[in-house]
């Protein structure tokens, strides 16, 4: 199934692609004999945010971590920005990767580095930018997730939801074209969902990056998505806009699905 999906209309970073920003093409996943993903076709433009849902095993998370180059595909092939991803020269993986950010499920902070050092790390060591530079990003992202006044602490002295928006806040200052987020609140305490999903609803409504996200908060996934994948088995059974696939599904797959997480 091919799930296309439009540009929008005003695209005010003349650094930001317009049209289609990522392909996947007859991409097939096999761990041993289990095909966790089969002969998969789909495509996302630049801009838009695309929710995948389904049932644990599906094959969700192995898309992100495949289009995140921490595992390769058997078959098929992977296009970002109209570079392929897959097959490609190790050079080039690099480059494309450059566009891509991902937040995980754990925070995977570093430990040991305050939490401007978190976010200044990568855009000083891997995209070169000045210290200062770095700061002032970090400064500006801080401030977008709420989180100015613990700038100097570190990881440790953060409560899970503050850990997670700092992740956040690093995948950005790489500013990454399109932004992976893998079931980022499935570790948090209740209470401290919220803030984050907040911040990420602030993110999908204020820029123009590009998201694909792993959730089970269905609320979160309604009122973000231009576009919901309903996975099953490594296939994608049903795709289109959240109010249809929320309220009027056409699998009794997605029905069952729905019933038991809303
Ligand atoms: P979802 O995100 O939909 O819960 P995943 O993509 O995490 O699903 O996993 C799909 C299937 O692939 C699951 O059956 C899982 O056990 C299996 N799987 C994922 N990673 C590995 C791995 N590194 N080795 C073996 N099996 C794996």
């Not at 439009?6 to 007859?26: A, F, N, V, Y």
């Not at 838009?48 to 898309?63: E, Y």
């Not at 100097?152 to 690093?170: C, E, F, N």
Request: proline residues 6%; aromatic residues 4%.
């Amino acid at each position: 199934m091919s799930t296309e999906i439009h540009p929008t209309d005003s695209k005010p970073d003349p650094r930001r692609s317009t049209g289609e920003l990522i392909r996947l093409e007859q991409v097939t996943k096999r761990f041993g004999d289990h095909t966790v993903l089969d002969h998969l076709d789909f495509s996302v433009d630049a801009g838009k945010h695309v929710t995948l849902i389904g049932p644990s095993g599906s094959g969700k998370t192995t898309i992100l971590r495949l289009l995140m180059t921490l595992l390769k595909p058997d078959e098929g092939t992977i296009t970002v920005d109209g570079e392929q991803l897959f097959p490609a020269p190790e050079k080039q993986v690099r480059e494309v990767r450059k566009k891509i950010g991902m937040v995980f499920q754990q925070f995977n902070l570093f430990p040991n580095m305050t939490v401007l050092k978190n976010i200044t790390e990568a855009p000083v060591t891997v995209l070169g930018m000045s210290k200062d530079a770095a700061e002032e990003r970090a400064r500006e992202l801080l401030e977008m997730v709420g989180l100015t006044e613990h700038i100097g602490k570190h990881p440790s002295q953060l409560s899970g939801g503050q850990q997670q928006r700092v992740a956040i806040a690093r995948a950005l200052a790489m500013r990454p074209q399109v932004l992976l987020l893998d079931e980022v609140t499935s570790a948090l305490d209740p209470e401290l969902v919220a803030g984050v999903l907040d911040v990420l609803r602030d993110i999908a409504r204020s820029t123009d990056i590009t998201m694909l996200c792993v959730t089970h908060e269905m609320n979160f996934a309604r009122d973000i998505s231009d576009q919901v994948l309903m996975f099953d088995s490594g296939r994608i059974i049903e795709a289109g806009p959240p109010e249809k696939i929320f309220s009027e599904p056409e699998h009794d797959r997605t029905r069952e699905f729905l019933s038991a997480v809303l």
